[in-house]
């Protein structure tokens, strides 16, 4: 039986700056690397989320290192191919 899914995956993700008072000024790198990468993005107040192809959205690393250029980050993500049109 074939399960593959057609839905284009989407991941949710969480990047917290820690030990700043400017958090903004820490996660704007991120933002801008999410952005680089060419996704459907939706920035909320306590998460964010990205659809695209399997490259896209795995290419979150690039987020977690342009933060953590800058000092210490944690990022936690999900990753689903059933969630289609989450991120608008």
Do not use: H
Request: net charge negative; glycine share 8%.
């Amino acid at each position: 039986m074939n399960m593959a899914s057609s839905t284009p995956p989407t991941a949710q993700f969480a990047l917290y700056a820690l030990g700043v008072a400017n958090v903004g000024a820490r996660l704007e790198p991120a933002v801008s690397a999410v952005r680089a990468i060419g996704v459907s993005l939706e920035v909320g107040q306590m998460s964010s989320t990205i659809e695209g192809d399997e490259e896209q959205v795995f290419a979150l690393r690039d987020a977690f290192r342009a933060a953590a250029a800058m000092g210490d980050v944690v990022l936690v993500t999900s990753v689903a191919n059933a969630c289609q049109g989450a991120a608008r």
